[in-house]
């Protein structure tokens, strides 16, 4: 099993920056592809952005493309996404999930297992 821990949310002014981390224990995740996703209020949990297990293929959302980077550091089991240039519209519960395959998907089905999310609040 892996246990999934996520960090680095909170409350920011448009045009601000954040970066969340996600720890993994239980197991190593350096097999596997990582995502975030993010879940507004009403909404469905939608795909963020994801980075296979070497790091060579990352993919991202349209709608925050140019503004996140997705990284991960195998030697310390985390992944991280770093938020830049954040708007309103990016608020939500972001959440990482892990998917124990080298292949990246974008569905939220495809990821077995899931942290219990971090709050991130961009003001106008």
């Known amino acids: 099993q892996v246990q999934l821990v996520e960090s680095g949310g909170g409350l920011v002014q448009a045009g601000g920056s954040l970066r969340l981390s996600c720890a993994a224990s239980g197991r190593t995740i350096g097999s596997y592809t990582m995502g975030w996703f993010r879940q507004a209020p009403g909404k469905e949990r939608e795909f963020v952005s994801a980075?296979?297990?070497?790091?060579?293929?990352?993919q991202y959302t349209d709608s925050v493309k140019d503004r996140f980077t997705i990284s991960r550091d195998n030697a310390k089991n985390t992944v991280y996404l770093q938020m830049n240039s954040l708007k309103p519209e990016d608020t939500a519960v972001y959440y990482c999930?892990?998917?124990?395959?080298?292949?990246?998907?974008?569905?939220?089905?495809?990821?077995?297992?899931w942290g219990q999310g971090t709050q991130v609040t961009v003001s106008s």
């Open positions: 980075i296979n297990f070497s790091s060579a293929n990352t």
């Open positions: 999930a892990a998917r124990t395959s080298y292949w990246i998907v974008t569905t939220k089905n495809g990821y077995g297992y």
